[in-house]
């Protein structure tokens, strides 16, 4: 209830009174607090970040979820501050969606790159519904921030290995083909009669080493695809691993000296020993070793070190071949990865034998890893294995 009074104009003895029943505006002005206080509590109960503007589209409201991600001062981003939390390449695309909702009153959805308090920006999806009233006008626009960045990075991993797929399976239809065309062009000759004796040899020559390497092709996949279904089964047993490493350098001999590489070997003289797969490991240094040889330029250079470090024996394989970009390191070790560079390609290979290499390290307790100071600079491979591992 409001009540007031006022005398007559002229008179001290007269006047006027009025009492006017306002229980309805109060009752309504402490409704809209308690909606307001509710609203307040829903938005801080979320764990999205939500934000509100006015009919115009000025900022008013953030909870506190978009100060805990922005790091921002609180009200710092009222009006039209928010923009510069977006990615430089975002904003304009940005800001004209939300100029259109604006004017239609459409729902506002777009994905950008929201600026952490990290300093890293991040995926996000933004939303935001327009709230109206009886009448239909906008009154408030409500919205909120999802971080999708988890979503997003899977996403374009998943794409990149679906590129990296496809592009193994074009160059895995080239790798067979290439043996392929000669030891049916042999066999033609053959079947045809009309090779001489002493040509016979040469030919036969010519099918086996072809139908050889058709065979590593279709081994090498195989072993992926054990690998991948968890299909390995080990020969486990106490080794010296110096052994395993020199009959891998055995198998690449013919490829260092057709290419006249200069390897310098340092190994301990001492046993170092490990419970491992022996062929398997030779299988490993066998890769590491002719990626070494295959991506090294004629007359260059191979250092190969190996010793015991702690629990651990690490072995160490340096070129100074093509090297790698950062961007590839950065997905050296995944399957059917393959690096861009032009050099990198006429050399061959179907992006699985990283791959497999780092799966037959980690079987074994160990880890690989891989670092180049860029292209044409050389590559280095460490590999540790622990030393006799004993597996229960």
Known sequence: MFAAAANNPGSADTGIGYAIDISQLADTEQAFKESEAKFRAIAEAMPQMVWSTRPDGYHDYYNTRWYEFTGVKTGSTDGEGWNNLFHPDDRERAWKRWQHSLETGD??????????????????????????????????????????NDF??????????????????????????????????????????????HKVKEVGSIILRQGDHMSSLIEELQDISRVSAGRVELNWQTMDLRQALYRALEQIRPLIERKQHLVSIHIEKQEL????????????????????????SSGGRIDIKAMRVDDMVEVEIQDNGIGMSEEFLEH??????????????????LGIGLALVRSLVELHGGCITASSPGRSLGSKFVVTIPIQRVVE
């Open 152 to 197: 997003k990075l899977a996403q374009e991993r998943l794409r990149l290995s679906d590129q990296r797929k496809d592009h193994f399976l074009a160059v895995l239809s080239h790798e067979l083909r290439n043996p392929l065309a000669p030891i049916i062009s042999a066999a033609e000759l053959i079947t045809k009669g009309n090779v001489p004796l």
């Open 107 to 148: 729902i506002y959805e777009i994905e950008y790159r929201l600026r952490h308090h990290s300093g890293a920006y991040l995926w996000v999806l933004g939303r935001a519904l327009p709230i109206r009233d009886n009448s239909g006008a906008v009154v408030r626009w409500m919205g909120t921030c999802t971080d999708i």
């Open 332 to 349: 050296a070790f995944d399957l059917f990865a393959q690096s861009s560079d032009a050099a990198s390609h006429s050399e061959g290979g």
């Open 273 to 296: 020993p490990v419970y491992a797969d022996e062929r398997r490991l030779v299988q490993v240094f066998g890769n590491v070793l002719k990626n070494a040889a295959k991506y090294t």
